[in-house]
């Protein structure tokens, strides 16, 4: 089955900067989806980006989809101490190990 | 009210023992799932109901075994627990199953420690 794998596995930032994650996967897909784990809590749907989409928007987040080299990335700007939390991308109901990501206030 | 709720949050046991966990949800979904979240955060998915029928069943040990009366709940049993199974089960429902072509609400998991 194909897989999520996101880069980096951890990064710590300053509030007010931007932060970066890659994911990539290994297979064909309709769509990738990007969620965030705030710790103990269960994942929260971000973002979906369908595979003839090449980048989409929602408030703060953008992510990109480039299917040539089967990866994706999310940036997040401005960003804020509530941002901390694990970040993951699917592609079809399978996660990649996530992102932990920390924002310093 | 919580859209998709799991019971219960933490569970503690012997190995060797049966427990369950069950897991509602209240979003009129078709689509029910159990993923596992183990100590590295990895999340894998190991089953998925569609409207009360089996539609994925990823390499899980027969120890664990679903059960679906309705398509509002997604109970998981599983029997002679191992220290392995330590983790943290996740329930999800969507409202479209297969192919991920909608998000994917979660409960807040049951963490499952095995002694």
């Known amino acids: 089955s194909q897989q999520g794998e996101e880069d980096p596995q951890a990064l710590s930032i300053q509030e007010g900067e931007n932060a970066t994650m890659n994911c990539s996967y290994k297979?064909?897909?309709?769509?990738l989806q990007w969620y965030r784990q705030n710790s103990g809590r269960g994942l929260v749907h971000l973002i979906l980006i369908r595979s003839n989409e090449r980048e989409k928007h929602s408030g703060r987040l953008r992510v990109t989809l480039d299917t040539s080299k089967k990866s994706s990335s999310l940036l997040i700007t401005a960003s804020r101490a509530a941002d901390t939390a694990s970040y993951f991308c699917?592609?079809?109901?399978?996660f990649g190990a996530g992102t932990i990501l920390r924002v310093k206030s | 009210d919580t859209a998709v709720s799991q019971t219960p949050k933490y569970l503690v046991t012997q190995m060797g023992n049966d427990k369950s966990i069950k897991c509602e949800q209240n979003?009129?979904?078709?689509?029910m799932y159990w993923y596992k979240q183990d100590s590295k955060k990895f999340l894998k998915i190991m089953f998925s109901?569609?409207?009360?029928?089996?539609?994925i069943n990823e390499t899980v040990p027969n120890r664990f075994s679903p059960k679906s009366p309705d398509k509002a709940h997604l109970n998981l049993h599983i029997n002679s627990l191992e220290l392995g199974d330590s983790a943290v089960y996740f329930c999800?429902?969507?409202?479209?199953?297969?192919?991920?072509?909608?998000?994917?609400?979660f409960g807040e998991g049951s963490r499952l420690t095995v002694l």
């Open positions: 999800a429902s969507s409202q479209v199953p297969g192919a991920s072509t909608g998000e994917l609400f």
């Open positions: 109901y569609n409207n009360k029928e089996l539609i």
């Open positions: 699917a592609t079809e109901r399978v």
């Open positions: 297979t064909s897909i309709n769509n």
């Open positions: 979003l009129g979904h078709d689509t």
